[in-house]
């Protein structure tokens, strides 16, 4: 078992999940050669970094929004076949789906 636990440093960061990754970054960089920053007998990165986040010689900040990549909006699933791209709507049409013109009667 780990010892600091994650339960008793989760306080030290906004959650687990930024937790686990700012531990993992620091355990990389100490299995990287980075010097240790506290007095421990541990040889695991891993515990090694737990307990620095533990003492509050590593911390996490939040990045910058200008950092941050910009991302395109999901197209919309529902949108009709004639907005969709070519070889979607055409996949679409070959499947059967609305804009095809086939009716379940084969009409």
Known sequence: ??????????????????????????AKQIKEGAPILIDTDSTNPLTVALEEIAAGMVTATEPEAEIMPRTKPEANPHTPPAALPDARADALTTLGGKGSGDDATGA
Do not use: G, N, W
């Open 1 to 26: 078992m780990i010892y600091p636990s994650a339960d008793t440093i989760e306080d030290r960061v906004k959650s687990r999940y930024s937790l686990v990754i700012l531990a993992a970054k620091r």
